[in-house]
Nanobody, 122 residues
Framework: QVQLVESGGGLVQAGGSLRLSCAASGLTFSRYTMGWFRQAQGKERELVAATSWSGGITYHAVSVKGRFTISRVNAKNTVYLQMNSLKPEDTAIYYC???????????????WGQGTQVTVSS
């Protein structure tokens, strides 16, 4: 049974930092593209960042480029999202997701975590 468990969310002031973690189990982690999505209240879910199997290729949405960094440690079956210079508009539920296809940006994700709330106060 595949499980993706996010942690690290919380309340932070604008300009602050958080690091989200996603621990995966039940799959061959090093053979999955990993992504971080977010969904703000009343808005559609959006892809924030994604990383290839090895971590050698990454994608970051324009809205977070230069502030957020995705990384992974395959030996720990964990993917991270380092979020710096947070803004109130980053407030959302953040989801970790995994997909078996290698394309970093396109394609549907197969597995999802339960989400972790990130709230940025002004």
């Amino acid at each position: 049974q595949v499980q993706l468990v996010e942690s690290g969310g919380g309340l932070v002031q604008a300009g602050g930092s958080l690091r989200l973690s996603c621990a995966a189990s039940g799959l061959t982690f090093s053979r999955y593209t990993m992504g971080w999505f977010r969904q703000a209240q009343g808005k559609e879910r959006e892809l924030v960042a994604a990383t290839s199997w090895s971590g050698g290729i990454t994608y970051h949405a324009v809205s977070v480029k230069g502030r957020f960094t995705i990384s992974r440690v395959n030996a720990k079956n964990t993917v991270y999202l380092q979020m710096n210079s947070l803004k109130p508009e980053d407030t959302a539920i953040y989801y970790c997701a995994a997909k078996a296809t290698p394309a970093v940006v396109t394609g549907d994700y197969d597995y999802w975590g339960q989400g972790t709330q990130v709230t940025v106060s002004s």
